[in-house]
């Protein structure tokens, strides 16, 4: 069982930056492909970025040349570099893990998300 907790969200004008982060427990974190999805308010979820375990990364083309996925191994983390945020952006953040099947999963694993207000 792996459990991911999102942490770094918040109120951000546009044109600033954040970033998030998705720890995970559990030995196997190193195996996993991990994702990052988001749902903003009437909308469905869909996918923002992933990175597998050999460190291969995934964008969105809504997001490619503005976000960066990355992940540190020994610290069982997943990061979430967003720049140049747009009032677009603004969605609750989720992260997502498992073995690979494709940028978009299935995951077995989703963290409770984290909110992210991008103003204009």
């Known amino acids: 069982q792996v459990q991911l907790a999102e942490s770094g969200g918040g109120l951000v004008q546009a044109g600033h930056s954040l970033r998030l982060s998705c720890a995970a427990s559990?030995?196997?974190?190193?195996?996993?492909?991990m994702g990052w999805f988001r749902q903003a308010p009437g909308k469905e979820r869909e996918f923002v970025a992933t990175i597998r375990s050999a460190g291969g990364t995934i964008y969105s083309d809504s997001v490619k040349g503005r976000f960066t996925i990355s992940r540190d191994n020994a610290k069982n983390t997943v990061y979430l570099q967003m720049n140049s945020l747009i009032p677009e952006d603004t969605a609750t953040y989720f992260c997502?893990?498992?073995?690979?099947?494709?940028?978009?999963?299935?995951?077995?694993?989703w963290g409770q998300g984290t909110q992210v207000v991008v103003s204009s």
């Open positions: 997502a893990g498992g073995p690979w099947r494709g940028s978009r999963g299935p995951y077995d694993y």
């Open positions: 559990g030995r196997t974190f190193s195996n996993y492909a």
